[in-house]
């Protein structure tokens, strides 16, 4: 979707919004898949308000963006607009073991920073490619560990009220891959509160999760992570594998060979291609298991 009325261009700069118009949004996604649309970034958390107010006046749909690294767009000309924050300068500030961070911050950085500073619990997300903001609205985690174990508050645009709002506590519920956040809630900012740790025992958890994941996912390879949920009790990556079918593929979209629930672009995958394969392989587990899998990863189709 292209903004041609110039009436809106100039009002976006006046809210310190960047207008990029035709991005190609594959080039903002792990999986390399997706096709264009006007892209706007944020420079202050404090325009959103104003700016959507401004998209809806104008019937102009909307999706936020955060690293792109969960998620499969739809190919072609997408017929709403993308918002991603700009990251500023610092994004983590720390006081005691308290933690401050923009939701635009790369997840695996503000770790690093954290662990320099002695502060941790974070370990298992290492590698896991993203932003804080993304991690945070589907409560990321592996080897053990959430992200939402650690927030004491969050700061987010709230569609339903248009307001910009800070939750705590029992405001906000973090389940396995779920929270309570709206779809259209944009994150802002977060405060997590991280255990005290010494730097070198918080590398030796970060080398071994890094080992593990090495070892079992293909990390070199264009995948947006895990495409389905574990059902409770189960593995969606062992069932896929046990049914045989790494390696299965719809064009250039690939269940992986090292981990059945990772599906990759192998070259220049469509996103229907991709969507193929994924109800595909759900179609299979069904049958053979009764389980209906769930996406895991976000779909923007048309
Ligand atoms: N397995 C197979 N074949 C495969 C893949 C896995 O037999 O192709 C078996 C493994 O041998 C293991 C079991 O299935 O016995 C579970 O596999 P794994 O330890 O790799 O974990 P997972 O349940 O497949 C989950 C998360 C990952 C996270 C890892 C590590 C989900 C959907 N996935 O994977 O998260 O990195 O645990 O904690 O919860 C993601 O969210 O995108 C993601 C990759």
New binding site residues.
């Given amino acids: 979707m292209r903004i041609h009325d110039p009436r809106i261009v100039g009002k976006l700069g006046e809210l310190h919004v960047e207008l990029q118009q035709g991005a190609a949004l594959a080039d903002l996604t792990s999986l390399r898949i997706g096709g264009t649309t006007d892209l706007l970034r944020i420079k202050k958390h404090e325009s959103l308000p104003d700016l959507l107010n401004l998209l809806d006046a104008n019937h102009v749909p909307h999706k936020f963006l955060g690293g792109g690294s969960?998620l499969l767009v739809g190919d072609g000309e997408l017929p709403w607009v993308v918002l991603q924050l700009i990251r500023p300068e610092p994004d983590v500030v720390l006081d005691g073991n308290l933690a401050h961070i923009d939701a635009a911050a790369d997840l695996g950085r503000m770790i690093t920073f954290c662990a320099k500073n002695d502060l941790g619990g974070m370990e298992?997300l290492i590698g896991v490619p993203g932003t804080v903001g993304g991690a945070l609205r589907m409560n990321?985690g592996?080897?053990g560990m959430q992200i939402g174990s650690y927030v004491r508050e969050v700061k987010l645009y709230r569609a339903a009220t248009g307001k910009i709002e800070t939750l705590r506590g029992q405001q906000i519920s973090f389940e396995y891959?779920h929270t309570s956040f709206a779809p259209d809630d944009m994150m802002l900012s977060v405060i997590l509160e991280l255990p005290s740790k010494p730097f070198k025992v918080i590398l030796e958890g970060i080398r071994i999760c890094n080992e593990k994941?090495r070892s079992?996912?293909p990390l070199g390879q264009k995948s947006a992570?895990?495409i389905?949920?574990?059902p409770p009790g189960a593995?969606?990556?062992?069932m896929i594998?046990e049914l045989g079918l790494?390696g299965l593929s719809v064009g250039d979209a690939r269940v992986s060979d090292r981990?059945?629930?990772f599906f990759v672009n192998a070259g220049h995958a469509s996103a229907k291609d991709m969507l193929t394969l994924i109800a595909d392989v759900r179609e299979r587990v069904h049958k053979s298991f009764g389980v209906s899998l769930e996406n895991?990863v976000v779909v923007w189709n048309a």
């Fill in positions: 969960n298992g990321a592996a080897y891959r994941r079992s996912q992570g895990c389905f949920k574990n593995s969606a990556g062992r594998d790494k981990h059945a629930n895991e």
